[in-house]
């Protein structure tokens, strides 16, 4: 199976910051990966499909790029809402798999 | 709009197994391949497999093959997974939901698998 490895696990960041949350999968996967958005108590939210493409009704503060191994997920000026752990999925081979998540907490 | 509507939380025991629903709303039920995921404090999310509404024809993840059954019932437009042989490490929230970008997800139903 791929293995996706998330880092960091956890940040602190503040209002206004800019963010950057990295991916990296144990292969190859072109550029099949999505990125989640998960509350506590709710379910995850697509917010980038295709490595890089915004989903519909998602704020254009988010973007996604990479290609390959290597991922990344920047939210370019941090929102009250924005506070959440954030997952990537490939959906390139079976078993698909998720990183292990990243929460971003309130500094 | 589209809806997925899961069953309520369920408590078993080591051993047993374990049945959620999933229906659909708001679209054609066959249009969109529906996946379980499910949700534990151990292992974070984790993809167990699909079910093609349509055919029926269902893709499950290595390491629950032989333990789970997806099934589909396009009369209620009602989606099916059941695990069987639940262990402790079972305990999980169990997602319906789309993985695509129709994103839509379930609620979630807690499984608790304890003695």
């Known amino acids: 199976a791929i293995q996706m490895t998330q880092s960091p696990s956890s940040l602190s960041a503040s209002v206004g910051d800019r963010v950057t949350i990295s991916c990296r999968a144990s292969?190859?996967?072109?550029?099949?990966l999505a990125w989640y958005q998960q509350k506590p108590g709710k379910a995850p939210k697509l917010l980038i499909y295709?490595?890089?493409s915004l989903q519909s009704g998602v704020p254009s503060r988010f973007s996604g790029s990479g290609s390959g191994t290597d991922f990344t997920l920047t939210i370019s000026s941090l929102q009250p809402e924005d506070f959440a752990t954030y997952y990537c999925?490939?959906?390139?081979?079976?078993?698909?798999?998720f990183g292990q998540g990243t929460k971003l907490e309130i500094k | 709009q589209v809806q997925l509507v899961q069953s309520g939380a369920e408590v078993k025991k080591p051993g047993a197994s374990v049945r959620v629903s999933c229906q659909v709303s708001?679209?054609?039920?066959?249009?969109?391949?529906i996946h379980w995921v499910r949700q534990t404090p151990g292992q974070g999310l984790e993809w167990m497999g699909w079910?093609?509404?349509?055919?029926?024809?269902?893709k499950y993840a290595q390491k629950f093959e032989g333990r789970v059954t997806m099934t589909r019932d396009t009369s209620i437009n009602t989606a099916f997974m059941e695990l069987s042989r639940l262990r402790g490490d079972d305990t999980a929230v169990y997602y319906c939901?789309?993985?695509?970008?129709?994103?839509?997800w379930g609620q979630g139903a807690l499984v608790t698998v304890t003695s």
């Open positions: 939901a789309f993985i695509s970008s129709f994103d839509h």
């Open positions: 708001g679209y054609s039920f066959t249009d969109y391949y």
């Open positions: 079910i093609n509404p349509d055919t029926g024809r269902t």
């Open positions: 292969e190859g996967i072109r550029n099949v």
């Open positions: 295709a490595a890089s």
């Open positions: 999925l490939q959906d390139y081979s079976y078993p698909y798999t």
